[in-house]
């Protein structure tokens, strides 16, 4: 069992920035495909961001350059730092793990973190 429990959510203007943690009740680093979605009110959940075991990173594309995922060295916290945060980037985000990259289908999950962007 995994337990995942994420923070950093907040209250942003549109052009700032926020960094996601997701703390990991195991050992993340090279034993689980970790990846970042979100929710926004009226729309279906969707990845934002995923970084598998070999270290290799993937992102959707109204993000990538504006969002990067990254592990820490201590191997249980996954982050992901966004800037030039938009008014679509709002919405709830979670993380979540699986021993493969399989999307939505990931076995665990947090409990999610609030992002606001205002203009």
């Known amino acids: 069992q995994v337990k995942l429990v994420e923070s950093g959510g907040g209250s942003v203007q549109a052009g700032g920035s926020l960094t996601l943690s997701c703390e990991a009740s195991?050992?993340?680093?090279?034993?689980?495909?970790m990846a970042w979605f979100r929710e926004a009110p009226g729309k279906e959940r969707e990845g934002v961001a995923q970084?598998?075991?070999?270290?290799?990173?993937s992102y959707l594309n109204s993000v990538r350059g504006r969002f990067t995922i990254s592990q820490d060295n201590g191997e249980n916290i996954l982050y992901l730092r966004m800037d030039k945060l938009t008014i679509e980037d709002s919405g709830m985000y979670y993380c979540?793990?699986?021993?493969?990259?399989?999307?939505?289908?990931?076995?665990?999950w947090g409990q999610g973190t609030q992002v606001n962007v205002s203009s």
């Open positions: 979540a793990a699986d021993r493969r990259c399989v999307g939505l289908g990931s076995d665990y």
């Open positions: 195991v050992q993340i680093r090279r034993r689980f495909c």
């Open positions: 970084i598998d075991v070999a270290g290799e990173t």
